[in-house]
């Protein structure tokens, strides 16, 4: 079987975050959300962005995806400016987001589909993705006919498909069930271990920004910042096995006492 | 268990006999629709026959059966002539009012400059009832069919228009289905041909479905135009000459009909969109 899948791409992929800022205005009112974010992300790196509701997590991650414009600053990917979405960041999104219309395959193949790419090399490359996460027998399968576990695979893999330099993933197993979640993480890191793609992973999860994560930034509410940038130094690859480690419950209690002291101005602030 | 508790207190063949029953005529949909229709027009006779006159008044009214012996006659003649009028004129004025009321409806729902030049006069002819068109179809048309499939058309063009404008509008606004496409690096056009069409199908198809049964909805305004043939020509030339049962046959035919047709379209979009799926309280 051609393997294109297990191209690494480890030398594009570099994501480069200056001074962005965003305000909302709504009705005369101003929300400050992002303050000058500043942020360097390595080709291949797997950086998690973590903090309560409100930090303005997703906000960012819009930014970088090009979906929302920033009031101030700009955000580089390989030494090009974002100003528009494009398929060179791929994008999962938290809810449910593959086309109703379309079948597994057929969402998936969209982008290549775009792209131009001739028939039998997109069903070729698509039906090799859907075997890496198993769901070639679903792949006539429309997404009402398929588990919150088996769409958000095939999310991925529709970003992944396209080779972009960076996957954007916005808290995209947080509707799932917990031993679901589980698997999808060990699943993600997988493709991630072959591929090498950079990877900006949003979640409120703790755990799961630890046991993902090359790299958490911490994010602080009002306005939303980067409150600490905490390496995660656990060897790869990573098993669920390794959240029971000491070094990972370590890792837990600091990342919990900085990201308490946000959840609790959070909270204040009502969200 | 709170079941066999409550049945005790019964006799047992009655709420055997009470399961069997309602087993029989409630647990089939097929049969509790049949069941509708005797009701309905069982309960239609029983007025007429005991003359039921509080407000409303049966007595001119005529009863299924004699409306029955006014198809048979009807049939037995030579119904298929008014048949193909009739038909035939809804085929038309369907058919363009699809064609157009999609085309624009799409186009008016997708871009804003195209709305600013079309929706206001549109807006401003669509609450004009069929019949008010009467006139100026004569004075329109060259002949009178052509101004008979227009009263058809202008019948079925405006709900199909409207649904339209609403799925695309709906889909639109949908902002994760739009930033799917733009981040898998599509342009306008695939963004409208992948998501916003597909995405608006489900209303274009109740546009569709509402529309025929206005088409022949207005058949009755557009036959009385003239013409001497057509189940609302049939109708309107009845009460005419005071010979009652043959309206409430036309009224009957022109409701199977539209609801036959409104039926097949339904499902003929059924067939487009085999993603949907809808499930109701039985």
């Avoid at chain 2, 009012?97 to 401003?124: H, N, T, Y």
């Amino acid at each position: 079987m051609t393997t294109q899948i297990e191209q690494r791409h480890a030398v594009k992929g570099a994501v480069r975050v200056e001074g962005v800022s965003m305000t909302f205005r709504r009705k005369g009112h101003e929300t400050h959300v992002l303050d000058s974010i500043q942020l360097g992300i390595e080709p291949g790196e797997f950086v998690c962005l973590l903090g309560p509701s409100g930090c303005g997590k997703s906000t960012l991650l819009n930014v970088i995806a090009g979906f929302i414009k920033p009031t101030a600053g700009y955000v580089m990917v390989d030494q090009n400016p974002v100003m528009r979405p494009g398929a060179d960041r791929g994008f999962v999104f938290q809810q449910y987001s593959l086309l109703p219309w379309k079948t597994a395959f057929q969402n998936i193949e969209l982008g290549l589909k775009i792209r131009g790419m001739a028939k039998g090399d997109r069903t070729e490359l698509v039906n090799d993705y859907l075997n890496r996460v198993g769901l070639y027998k679903h792949r006539n399968s429309y997404p009402h006919q398929m588990s919150g576990g088996m769409q958000q695979r095939a999310s991925i893999v529709r970003a992944l498909v396209n080779s972009p330099s960076v996957l954007l993933l916005d808290e995209p197993f947080a509707a799932l069930d917990a031993q679901t979640r589980h698997m999808m993480q060990e699943l993600l890191l997988d493709i991630w271990e072959d591929l090498k793609t950079t990877v900006i992973f949003v979640t409120h999860d703790i755990e799961e920004a630890i046991f993902l994560g090359d790299r958490i930034c911490v994010m602080g509410v009002q306005p939303g910042h980067i409150k600490a940038e905490l390496p995660i130094g656990l060897r790869r690859p990573r098993h669920f096995d390794d959240t029971l480690s000491a070094d990972f419950v370590n890792m837990h209690r600091q990342v919990f006492e900085c990201i308490r002291e946000e959840t609790m101005k959070s909270m204040e602030k009502g969200f | 268990m709170a079941v066999s508790v409550s049945r005790a207190y019964s006799p047992r063949w009655l709420t055997q006999l009470g399961n069997t029953l309602s087993n029989l005529l409630l647990a089939n949909r097929s049969l509790r629709r049949l069941l509708a229709m005797v009701l309905f027009f069982g309960i239609w006779q029983f007025l007429c026959v005991i003359n039921f006159n509080v407000f409303v008044d049966f007595q001119f009214v005529p009863s299924p059966a004699k409306a029955l012996a006014a198809t048979i006659k009807f049939m037995s003649g030579n119904p298929w002539v008014h048949f193909r009028s009739s038909i035939m004129r809804v085929f038309w004025g369907y058919g363009f009012a699809a064609i157009f009321g999609v085309f624009l409806g799409v186009l008016i729902g997708w871009c804003a400059v195209i709305e600013d030049f079309l929706l206001p006069p549109l807006e401003l002819l669509r609450p004009i009832p069929a019949v008010a068109w009467i006139p100026l179809a004569i004075l329109m048309f060259p002949t009178s069919e052509s101004g008979m499939i227009y009263i058809t058309f202008i019948g079925a063009f405006f709900p199909i228009l409207v649904s339209t404008i609403r799925g695309v509008e709906s889909t639109l606004n949908d902002m994760v289905l739009v930033r799917v496409g733009q981040c898998l690096g599509a342009k306008p056009w695939h963004i409208f041909k992948d998501i916003v069409v597909p995405g608006s199908l489900p209303s274009i198809a109740s546009g569709l479905t509402i529309g025929m049964g206005n088409a022949w909805f207005c058949l009755v305004t557009a036959e009385i135009l003239a013409g001497r043939y057509g189940i609302g020509y049939l109708t309107w030339e009845s009460y005419v000459t005071s010979n009652y049962p043959p309206i409430v046959m036309g009224m009957l035919l022109i409701g199977l009909l539209g609801a036959f047709s409104s039926w097949a379209v339904s499902k003929g979009m059924e067939a487009l969109m085999p993603w949907r799926v809808i499930k109701k309280q039985s």
